[in-house]
C-alpha cells in the first residue's frame, strides 16, 4: 500500500509539469484520457474522482477529507497507487514530448507527395450547399484537358523528392463529366511508375449521376478509394441534391451504388453525406445506409454562411452532440449483433495511430498536399481554389510561391492558441486551415463548431473502443 506521504510528493508535481488530463463519462464508462501519451483509461469511480484532487495539487489529507464520505481509506490509498503507478509508467500525466519539435518540423525541405485535380469545374447536380457553386469555383466552368492532367502529373513526381507512393484524387465539380482524361491521366501516370520508382494511389469523389458499368469496371481496377456522394434518406438527400432543373437525384444514383459497391468487393469505398440543420437527426441518415447494405460511411456537417437556412447554428450544438452519442450506442450494439459498419468519424487508431508529423500538421494542405484547377493552377487545397491570394504557380512553370508556402509551414496544433490545451489535438491535428480562415480570416485560428464537433466525435470514438474491446 502506498504511504500517504508518497502521494503528497507526486501530487504536488503534477501542474508544474503541463501535464494533460481528459476524463468524462459516457454509456456507464469512466473514461480518462492522458492527453501526451495518448493512453486511455477506463476506471473506477474512486480513481475517477482522485485524478483532479491530484491536478488541484492537493494534499492526501485533504484528498481522503473530501472522499471518505463516499469511499473508504483504504480503497482511497488503493487508487492513490494506481495513479501513481500509471505516472510512473508514463501513462498518465505524461509530458508532453511534441512541443520542442513543432516549431521546426515543417521547416526542413518538404515534399509535394498529394495532388487534387480538378478535373471538372462543372457538375450536372445544383447542391444547395455546394463551396464549388456548382463546380465553378468562383470562376468559370471548364475541364481540365489531358496536357493540363500531364503537366500535373509531372509536377507530382518532380517534386516528390524520393517519396515513393504517391496520391491523386480526381475532384469537382463531378468528375465523371471528364471521364475520358480521367481514364488518360491514370494511364499516363501508370506509364511513368516504373521508370521513376513511384506507385501512385488514384481515387475519386463522384455524385453517381453518371456512374454506368464500363466506367464501374474502371474505377474498380485502377481507383485505390471512390467516395459516393450520398446525404441519406431520400427526402434528405433530394432536399439538398436536386438536379437544376429541381428534381431530385436519389432514384437515380442509390441503385447506381448499390451495384458499384456490390462489384467492388473488398477495395475501399466511402458512401460521404453532409448534413445540414434540416437533418439534426442525422443518425438515422447514417443508419439508412448500413440498411441499405453500405458499410464505408461518412456523415459531415455542413459548412455554410451563417446566414442560410441550412447552416448549423450554436444552438444547434447540443442536439447535434446527443445525436452523435444516440450514433455511437447503435453503433455498439449493431456491432455486437454482427451487423457491422464503419462510420469515418469512429475510426480512431488507440494502439498507434498517426506519426507524430501528421499529429502536429494535419493534411498537409499547401506543402505536402496542392490543388491543381483545370487549367493548371496551384493552390493549398481544394477548398482555397478561386482565391486570389491563395494561388500558388502553376503546373507548366512547377514553381510554387514561397511566401503563400510559408503561411502553411509554421501551421501545426501549437501554432493554434485554441488548440494548445485542447484534448482532441493531437486526433485532429490543428482542424482545417480552410475552415479556419473562411469563419475568422486567419489560418492560425479555428473554427469553433467544427472543433466543438470534433471533440465530440473523439469522446464518441473512445467509448467505442471501451465497450467493444473483448470482442
Known amino acids: 500500500m502506498l504511504c500517504v506521504d508518497s502521494v503528497i510528493m507526486h501530487a504536488k508535481t503534477l501542474s508544474e509539469e503541463n501535464k494533460v488530463i481528459h476524463q468524462y463519462k459516457s454509456n456507464g464508462y469512466n473514461i480518462v484520457l492522458d492527453v501526451n501519451s495518448g493512453s486511455v483509461h477506463v476506471v473506477d469511480d474512486v480513481v475517477y474522482d482522485m485524478i483532479p484532487e491530484l491536478e488541484n495539487e492537493n494534499s492526501m489529507n ?100 524520393n517519396r515513393h507512393n504517391l496520391e491523386v484524387d480526381f475532384f469537382g465539380g463531378e468528375p465523371l463529366m471528364n471521364f475520358d482524361v480521367v481514364k488518360e491521366i491514370v494511364r499516363y501516370g501508370r506509364s511513368l511508375e516504373k521508370e521513376h520508382n513511384k506507385k501512385f494511389r488514384f481515387t475519386l469523389t463522384t455524385n453517381g449521376v ?50 458499384f459497391v456490390e462489384a467492388r468487393r473488398d477495395k475501399d469505398y466511402f458512401i460521404r453525406g453532409t448534413f445540414t440543420r434540416n437533418n439534426l437527426d442525422f443518425a438515422e441518415d447514417v443508419l439508412h445506409f448500413a440498411d441499405a447494405g453500405f458499410d464505408q460511411l461518412s456523415m459531415e456537417p455542413v459548412v455554410a454562411e451563417p446566414g442560410e437556412d441550412y447552416a448549423i447554428r450554436t444552438e444547434d450544438i447540443e442536439a447535434i452532440k446527443m445525436e452523435y452519442d444516440r450514433l455511437a450506442l447503435e453503433y455498439i450494439k449493431r456491432h455486437q449483433e454482427g451487423q457491422k ?34 487549367w493548371g493552377d496551384l493552390y493549398p487545397c481544394h477548398q482555397f481554389v478561386g482565391k486570389d491570394d491563395f494561388k500558388m504557380g502553376d503546373v507548366f512553370e512547377g ?73
Do not use: W
Request: charged share 25%.
Open 210 to 259: 453518371l456512374l454506368n458499368e464500363e466506367i464501374g469496371e474502371f474505377l474498380n481496377a485502377e481507383m485505390s478509394n471512390v467516395v459516393l456522394s450520398l446525404d441519406g434518406r431520400k427526402a434528405v438527400h433530394d432536399r439538398m441534391r436536386p438536379f437544376r432543373n429541381g428534381k431530385g437525384s436519389y432514384d437515380l444514383i442509390v441503385p447506381k451504388f448499390k451495384k
Open 62 to 161: 485533504v484528498i481522503v477529507e473530501k472522499m471518505e464520505d463516499k469511499y473508504t481509506v483504504d480503497e482511497i490509498l488503493e487508487a492513490a497507487e494506481e495513479i501513481d503507478y500509471l505516472k510512473k509508467e508514463g501513462r498518465l500525466f505524461a509530458e508532453d514530448s511534441y512541443e520542442q519539435y513543432a516549431g521546426g518540423i515543417k521547416q526542413h525541405e518538404t515534399v509535394v507527395k498529394a495532388l487534387c485535380l480538378h478535373i471538372a469545374h462543372d457538375c450536372n447536380l445544383a447542391c444547395k450547399y455546394c463551396f464549388a457553386e456548382e463546380g465553378e469555383y468562383h470562376g468559370r466552368r471548364a475541364l481540365m484537358n489531358l496536357e493540363v492532367g500531364k503537366k500535373a502529373i509531372d509536377f507530382l513526381i518532380k517534386n516528390s523528392g
Open 341 to 374: 459498419f464503419n462510420f469515418f468519424h469512429f475510426m480512431i487508431d488507440l494502439n498507434q495511430g498517426p506519426c507524430v508529423y501528421k499529429r502536429l500538421t494535419g493534411c498537409g494542405a499547401g506543402t505536402e498536399y496542392l490543388a491543381v484547377t483545370p
Open 399 to 471: 514553381h510554387l510561391d514561397p511566401a503563400v508556402q510559408a503561411r502553411f509551414m509554421g501551421l501545426n496544433v501549437y501554432s493554434k492558441p485554441s488548440c494548445s490545451e485542447c484534448f482532441a489535438r493531437f486526433y485532429c491535428s490543428g482542424g482545417c486551415a480552410a475552415n479556419s480562415f473562411n469563419e475568422t480570416g486567419t489560418l492560425n485560428q479555428v473554427y469553433e463548431t467544427g472543433c466543438e464537433l470534433q471533440r465530440k466525435r473523439v469522446e464518441c470514438a473512445i467509448m467505442i473502443k471501451a465497450a467493444l474491446a473483448n470482442e
